[in-house]
């Protein structure tokens, strides 16, 4: 538990050097020129966030993305073909085109075009969703938010040797963006030879302060406090507000010379186990000795039947099977409660059974406090992170929502929307209505009716909608989206606590006989191909938060019965008469 590998000696978790793939600054004016005559790969955001710490040493000893070798043997294994330790696959998805092929030289970008890399493709080769979904994340469910995503990843994986010409650029908190060997430095001037990591996505309350506290004692030396600021769970708090509040612990609630705040712009996989064992590797290489590993670490809540994707001590069993080969001790994440006659923190095995004892939840934090505009308890949270959480989260009622409809064309989903928007205006919500057709006019014009099509239509439909939510606004969105796994996208875009899913559950020979357009006649006459209930499937929700009959009760009714839920989740508020 106490290991002392001095940080300036081992760089990376097996001894060797960082790796560094960021070409000399001398080379980068002629190399970027060069690059800008390649034929160009879009890269998402995740890859993007995976080639910033590909580039710095954070995933050392990979110095690419992955070839078929070591990702077959890192899903089967968790190893690369060195034999190192390495559980999550690291690799870049694309769909095939002409620039994809062996010995070419592509220039990688990002969504906004900017040139980050020149790869040379040197391997090719297919990915295989539901293997990858099985070995990394254990589950098939589309609502683990990975699984979700995977199904727009491109077809190929494509592996070469990486010149990175221009990381990504970050304007918030330039002086916390911290690469591997800064942090390493900044670790090693504070003089002590074990350094404990605290992983975190959310804000820090006091339960987390003594926990790292006591981590740093425990192991005699530094704590690292290392948020990751990249891609997180989806509705997690954003990570500016995040920042905030570890800024104003770390400045006057810690022992100065013990504690280092860095950020890290990692793209989560919530992989639970895997997910612990990498955030291991990746924090050895930022020098840290010993890592906290929490109950559920890297979860991503429960899945579409209301239960864990994986066990509470799951991940720590991991860590602590290979902490030695690692290099990384387990810390694990102790249950602390707070008591009130003493004033201070406890672990709750220590309780003694007749102690009185006080404790707030997650939900209670959201729904009792921020919700309502309550200032959270001083033994719960330093004045200044309540302070800042407050700011931040406006009341329940004036937070975005997204009413999301799917059914059947002619279910009666654009009815119900036109009834259920009148009422949410009448009870005070500015509301924006994404229907299926209006978009198909004009944001998505030219898409045809394929599968990949409809995914885009969908998509963009949810990327709005999802913007619309962020800023406060209400987005009524009406549209067939017939697949779930892109449905449950949008879900994870939205944020599932202000995302409402709608079926429409009309059976298809009563939408033929709605039919006003004779889409359906044609689509039996064969005059259509590929109509949804035809000859395209329907994926029904299994699990949607309201489904509608819309044959035994009108559009009135069952809007009014939407507008119920909302006003039961506090998302639109009761009119006082009713209160």
């Known amino acids: 538990m106490t290991q002392s590998t001095e940080i300036n000696t081992v760089i990376s978790p097996y001894g060797g050097r960082l790796v560094d793939l960021l070409i000399p600054e001398a080379e980068r004016v002629e190399a970027v020129a060069n690059a800008s005559r390649l034929p160009s790969v879009q890269v998402a955001s995740r890859a993007e966030c995976d080639l910033e710490l590909l580039a710095v040493g954070a995933f050392s000893p990979l110095d690419r993305f992955m070839g ?24 870049l998805p694309v769909e095939p085109g002409p620039a994809i092929r062996l010995d070419q030289e592509v220039a990688l970008r990002n969504a906004k075009n900017e040139l980050l890399a020149v790869m040379t493709i040197e391997e090719i080769y297919e990915w295989d969703r539901p293997e990858v979904a099985e070995k990394v994340i254990g589950s098939q469910d589309l609502r683990h938010p990975l699984l979700a995503e995977m199904h727009r990843w491109g077809k190929l994986n494509i592996s070469g040797p990486l010149r990175v010409l221009r990381p990504p650029h970050h304007y918030d908190f330039q002086d916390l963006r911290l690469t591997p060997a800064q942090t390493r430095a900044r670790l090693q001037a504070m003089g002590h030879q074990n350094v404990v990591a605290f992983q975190t996505r959310n804000p ?57 705040l860095a950020l890290l712009p990692l793209a989560m996989r919530l992989a ?54 690692l290099g990384v ?42 919700n309502n505009g309550r200032m959270l308890p001083s033994w719960f949270t330093r004045p200044e992170v309540a ?75 949810g990327f709005v909608a999802a913007e619309l939510v962020r800023h406060g606004g209400t987005a009524v969105c009406a549209a067939v989206s017939p697949y779930r796994a892109t449905r449950n996208d949008v879900r994870n875009m939205v944020g599932k606590g202000n995302y409402v899913e709608v079926f429409v559950d009309t059976p298809l020979e009563v939408c033929e006989q709605r039919d006003i357009k004779g889409l359906y006649a044609k689509a039996r006459r064969g005059e259509i191909k590929g109509f949804t209930g035809i000859d395209d499937p329907y994926e029904a929700p299994n699990h949607a938060e ?3 009959d819309t044959v035994g009760c009108t559009a009135e009714e069952n809007a009014h019965r939407i507008l119920e839920h909302l006003i039961d989740q506090g998302l639109v508020r009761r009119p006082v008469a009713e209160s």
Not at 279 to 300: F, K, S
Not at 435 to 448: A, E, F, P
């Open 387 to 461: 302070e800042i959480l407050a700011e931040t989260f406006p009341a329940r009622h004036k937070q975005g929502v997204c009413i999301w409809f799917t059914g059947l064309s002619g279910s009666g989903k654009s009815t119900t929307a036109e009834v259920l928007t009148v009422l949410l205006q009448e009870h005070g919500r500015q509301v924006t209505v994404l229907d299926g057709d209006v978009v198909r006019t004009h944001l998505s014009k030219g898409l045809g009716f394929s599968k990949a099509d409809r995914d885009v239509n969908i998509r963009r439909i």
């Open 272 to 325: 639970g186990p895997r997910e612990a064992l990498w955030h291991g590797l990746i924090r050895r290489n930022y020098g840290a000795t010993h890592l906290i590993v929490g109950r559920d670490h890297a979860g991503p809540g429960v899945d579409s039947k209301g239960n864990p994707f994986y066990g509470p001590y799951d991940a720590q069993e991991m860590v602590s099977r290979y902490s030695e080969e």
């Open 546 to 548: 309201i489904v509608l």
């Open 68 to 91: 078929q070798e070591d990702h077959q043997r890192v899903l089967d294994e968790m190893r690369l073909t060195s034999g190192h330790i390495f559980p999550i696959p690291i690799a």
């Open 204 to 260: 820090l309350h006091r339960v987390h302060e003594e926990l790292t506290k006591r981590a740093a004692d425990e192991i005699g030396g530094a704590l690292l406090l290392h948020p990751v600021v990249g891609m997180t769970r989806p509705g997690d708090v954003d990570h500016f507000t995040r920042v905030r509040t570890y800024k104003a612990l770390a400045s006057s609630y810690y022992e100065p010379g013990r504690v280092l």
């Open 329 to 370: 001790g387990m810390v694990p994440f102790r249950m602390l409660v707070y008591l009130p006659d003493e004033e201070r923190y406890e672990e709750i095995s220590k309780v003694p059974a007749d102690a009185r004892t006080a404790s707030i939840s997650g939900t209670q934090v959201r729904e009792e406090y921020l």
